[in-house]
Nanobody
Framework: QVQLVESGGGLVQAGGSLRLSCAASGSISSINAMVWYRQTPGKQREWVAS???????NYADSVRGRFTISRDNAKNTVYLQMNSLKPEDTAVYYCYANIVRVGLRRGNDYWGQGTQVTVSS
């Protein structure tokens, strides 16, 4: 069984910073893409940033230049460093990973439970 566990959310003032972590655990052979999404009540889940197994990154326009995604393959962990936070960044942040389990050839999709980020003005 594979799990993704997020941490690092909280309450911060506008202009502040937070660092989210998402650790994968279980019977893991390899991890392909790792992605951060966010969602606010009544809205669809929004893609924030992604990183490939090789370290290539992409960002939504709304966060480019303020957020940085990174990963530690040895720890099966993805991070999201969020700087210059704005009230509109308030959301539940979810991590996603495509993970190949030991003994399998194809990856499956896994989601974390979400962590709340609240930015006050």
């Amino acid at each position: 069984q594979v799990q993704l566990v997020e941490s690092g959310g909280g309450l911060v003032q506008a202009g502040g910073s937070l660092r989210l972590s998402c650790a994968a655990s279980g019977s893991i052979s390899s991890i392909n893409a790792m992605v951060w999404y966010r969602q606010t009540p009544g809205k669809q889940r929004e893609w924030v940033a992604s990183i490939t197994s090789g370290g290539s990154t992409n960002y939504a326009d709304s966060v480019r230049g303020r957020f940085t995604i990174s990963r530690d393959n040895a720890k099966n962990t993805v991070y999201l460093q969020m700087n210059s936070l704005k009230p509109e960044d308030t959301a539940v942040y979810y991590c996603y990973a495509n993970i190949v389990r030991v003994g399998l050839r194809r990856g499956n999709d896994y989601w974390g439970q979400g962590t709340q980020v609240t930015v006050s003005s």
